[in-house]
């Protein structure tokens, strides 16, 4: 019979503080760029998620992001008051809601342009070991999800 190895127990061998910890770090390494740009991190994640396709839905922005919509509607309106997006109700189905980049949300893109090369200074590491990093995330996060779907 095999033995199994004992499992971590202190803090500081837990995966679930290593994640948290670091999340806590990125964001706070973020923040004075991102303060620069009038955003707070999430507002910079659905900047982000904007500028890659523009007029989406809130549904579609919430699943993107891994938000419940009822999470991303306080945060859009607050980009919305800035004047960066504007919330769009659809024409055949009003039950949709669409944002879409305002002019000022679109030329924000060529300010933030610098912050992930900005971010890769910090972290002091080789972009390949960061998107390795990134794809064993990823594949984590997709793991977690699929045993939470059970």
Known sequence: MTQR???????????????????????????PLL?????????????LVLWESDDVTV????????LD???VTPLLKRLEAQGLL??????DDERL???RL??????????????????????????EFLLALRDDLTRLRATLNDYMDL
């Open 5 to 31: 190895p004992a499992l971590p127990f202190t803090l500081d061998e837990q995966l679930c503080f290593a994640l948290y910890s670091t999340s806590l770090a990125m964001t706070k390494a973020y923040k």
């Open 35 to 47: 303060d620069k740009l009038s955003l707070t991190y999430p507002q910079y994640l659905t900047m």
């Open 59 to 66: 549904k579609d922005m919430a699943a993107r992001l891994n």
């Open 69 to 71: 919509p009822a999470t």
């Open 86 to 91: 504007e919330r769009v109700r659809g024409v």
């Open 97 to 99: 809601v669409y944002i």
């Open 102 to 127: 305002t002019k000022a949300g679109a030329s924000l893109k060529r300010q933030a342009r610098e912050v992930p090369a900005q971010i890769l200074c910090a972290t002091q590491q080789t972009p």
